[in-house]
T-cell receptor, first 115, second 113 residues
Framework: DTEVTQTPKHLVMGMTNKKSLKCEQHMGHRAMYWYKQKAKKPPELMFVYSYEKLSINESVPSRFSPECPNSSLLNLHLHALQPEDSALYLC??????????????FGEGSRLTVL | SQQGEEDPQALSIQEGENATMNCSYKTSINNLQWYRQNSGRGLVHLILIRSNEREKHSGRLRVTLDTSKKSSSLLITASRAADTASYFCATDARAGANSKLTFGKGITLSVRP
């Protein structure tokens, strides 16, 4: 199984809602990532977990809260988002930890629209 | 902040032609990777070249790395309509105690049938 699965594929939420994005991989990878991608822009790194510990937080606003319950799962909890947070949120995993990033395996993304 | 900068930003070629895309970066790297993204989809890893390597091949792909010029190129030979996509170079570089992968702005490749 070489897949990274993200749910939901599409999410529409109001600015007062609380929702979560979920990501799962069963490749035994030790690092998992959240990237944010706006239209016609490159993916921007948000968070990195290595061995289930948060290793990188790219100064992301606290309305985004990551969680790594175990080595296969990665969540992104969303609360009080702004319309400008609308984007494609991509989850990825890599076999190694984060001292030397190897190939990333990406999910198909969760398309988030904040009204 | 972006590390890699691709050139050109958009490329349109005829099926069967070769496509060459360039990437320049600013700091020392552990490795450089190329990814493809079809519209609205996730990214797919194409090839990784380490900082001590100069050239690598994978099927119709050839990537070169010149660390003295801080640049890389991706060549896709005998292009197909299915190669139409956005292509990103990504550099893995040290960031404090960690390393992180940073993507360039991307190149939009259109292959005309």
């Amino acid at each position: 199984d070489t897949e990274v699965t993200q749910t939901p594929k599409h999410l529409v939420m109001g600015m007062t809602n609380k929702k979560s994005l979920k990501c799962e991989q069963h490749m035994g990878h030790r690092a998992m990532y959240w990237y944010k991608q706006k239209a016609k822009k490159p993916p921007e790194l948000m968070f990195v977990y290595s061995y289930e510990k948060l290793s990188i937080n790219e100064s992301v606003p606290s309305r985004f809260s990551p969680e790594c319950p175990n080595s296969s799962l990665l969540n992104l909890h969303l609360h009080a988002l702004q319309p400008e947070d609308s984007a494609l949120y991509l989850c990825a995993s890599s076999q190694r930890g984060i001292l030397n990033t190897g190939e990333l395996f990406f999910g198909e993304g969760s398309r988030l629209t904040v009204l | 902040s972006q590390q890699g900068e691709e050139d050109p930003q958009a490329l349109s070629i005829q099926e069967g032609e070769n496509a060459t895309m360039n990437c320049s970066y600013k700091t020392s790297i552990n490795n450089l990777q190329w990814y493809r993204q079809n519209s609205g989809r996730g990214l797919v890893h194409l090839i990784l070249i380490r900082s001590n390597e100069r050239e690598k091949h994978s099927g119709r792909l050839r990537v070169t790395l010149d660390t003295s010029k801080k640049s890389s190129s991706l060549l896709i030979t005998a292009s197909r309509a299915a190669d139409t996509a956005s292509y990103f170079c990504a550099t893995d570089a040290r960031a404090g105690a960690n390393s992180k992968l940073t993507f360039g702005k991307g190149i939009t490749l259109s292959v005309r049938p």
